[in-house]
């Protein structure tokens, strides 16, 4: 038996919005969704627990079978294990975007412009990013390149310091005064990367394209490492990760999952599907058991307001990703499991993440069903009235037997 998970990220919705009532997964045409849909089971899942902020990474954290009261304790420590830091028990963790702020002289009064500088480039990132590690790290506090403008702060013996921040994506086109971080350490820093940033040759060349400069840090989602089990130890399965950012693929490797590279996944919808659908089948030839296939593209989509977008990343999900990876299990003529959600809801009139319910479907070739719905979104899976209250369960029900 082999099972694929799809995580289309972000991919529900509300009906309010720029799409005449109606949601980009009802709008989308998605025909091998739909498929798996009306012959499986279709429902709703709670996948963030009441207390917990909507995030990827608490959300993903329960879809992969993973408790949060148990094991979160913040977004970065999940990447920095992607990005191969080597944090002990003591040492805090943080998300550190760039971003583009606008130029007032009070810092506190700026604007969140971009939470991710228009798309920075990791090799322009890179540059800025050792430039901060050159002028602002101590002994103690040091920062990590991740990818395009997600990074890390890490502060050595730090446990019991850990700090609340807004999301930056959560504050677009608001000032940012009332949602700096308390802990004055921290916004020190983030004052004096504005400072050091805003000048930058790489910030000079990128205002003389026509691009947002990466004129600040923001720091946010700060926590201490987790001990977790592995994912064959929970639920006797070999299983691999395949996704363009470091938060699923930090969770695979805490978790003892594999963790494939796709060139050209970018985790926007210029991503690189059929190469995630090809590094699937590729996984699932070499014996893995489980693949969880995650596309960050309809969350970005919802992020900026891009609703045709965020239709069109259904669409190339089902078109360029299931479409192929079920044809290659339809064609080894054993039976398999496939399912299909989002991690949370991201509505494009909010342009960040929410706690809803959002649907799922589990199809199994040799066991199909009649689901009583003929296409999958917020309202079918609703109307079916099967609901999973802890998102951490939905894993053990996908793979049991």
């Given amino acids: ?42 429902g709703t899942i709670k996948t963030v627990a009441d207390g917990f902020k909507p995030g990827s990474d608490v959300a993903n954290l329960a879809v992969m079978g993973y408790n949060p009261e148990l094991y979160y304790s913040g977004r970065s420590p999940l990447e920095a294990a992607s990005i ?27 604007t969140m412009i971009d939470y991710c500088a228009d798309d920075i480039s990791t090799a322009e990132a890179d540059v800025l990013i050792k430039f901060l590690e050159e002028k602002l790290s101590e002994e103690d506090l040091h920062f ?13 013996n730090a446990l019991g310091g850990s700090f609340e921040a807004t999301p930056p994506h959560d504050i677009l086109d608001r000032k940012i005064t009332e ?27 990128r205002i003389e394209k026509g691009l947002r ?101 259904i669409e190339l999900i089902d078109e360029k990703i299931l479409s192929k990876v079920k044809a290659y299990l ?4 054993d039976n398999y499991k496939i399912m299909i959600l989002p991690d949370h809801a991201t509505p494009l009139c909010l342009k960040t993440h929410v706690s809803d319910p959002v649907p799922f479907v589990i199809y199994e070739k040799y066991n199909e069903i009649d689901s009583g719905v003929k296409s999958v979104n917020e309202d079918t899976a609703a109307e079916t009235k099967i609901y999973v209250n802890e998102g951490y369960e939905i894993m053990s029900r996908f793979v049991k037997k």
Avoid at 144 to 156: A, E, F, I, N, Q
Avoid at 265 to 271: E, K, P
Avoid at 330 to 333: H, V
């Fill in 1 to 42: 038996m082999k099972y694929l998970v799809l995580l289309c990220d972000g991919m529900a919705d509300y009906h309010k919005g720029p799409l005449n009532d109606k949601t980009p997964m009802q709008l989308a045409h998605k025909p091998n969704i739909d498929f798996c849909a009306a012959h499986g089971e279709v």
């Fill in 84 to 110: 191969g830091i080597e944090l002990s028990s003591t040492d805090i963790a943080s998300r550190c975007n760039i971003v583009t702020l606008s130029d007032e002289d009070d810092y506190s009064q700026k």
């Fill in 144 to 156: 990590y390149t991740g990818v395009s403008y997600r990074h890390c702060l890490v502060l050595k």
């Fill in 179 to 205: 949602y700096l971080p308390e802990n004055k350490r921290i916004l020190e820093l983030m004052k004096k990367s504005y400072e050091l940033l805003k000048d930058h040759p790489v910030n000079l060349m």
């Fill in 213 to 313: 400069p990466a004129n600040s840090i923001w720091i946010w989602g700060s926590g201490n490492k987790k001990e977790m089990p592995s994912f064959k130890s929970k639920f006797g399965l070999d299983g691999a990760v395949i996704s363009a950012v470091d938060l699923i693929k930090g969770i695979g490797k805490l978790t003892e999952m594999k963790v494939c590279e796709v060139e050209g996944a970018t985790g926007y919808i210029d991503t690189n599907f059929e190469g995630k659908a090809d590094a699937a089948i590729k996984t699932f030839k070499e014996g893995t058991d489980l693949v969880y296939l995650h596309v960050e593209a309809p969350d970005e989509c919802g992020h900026r307001f891009e609703a045709q977008n965020k239709i069109r990343a």
């Fill in 330 to 333: 339809d064609s080894t003529n």
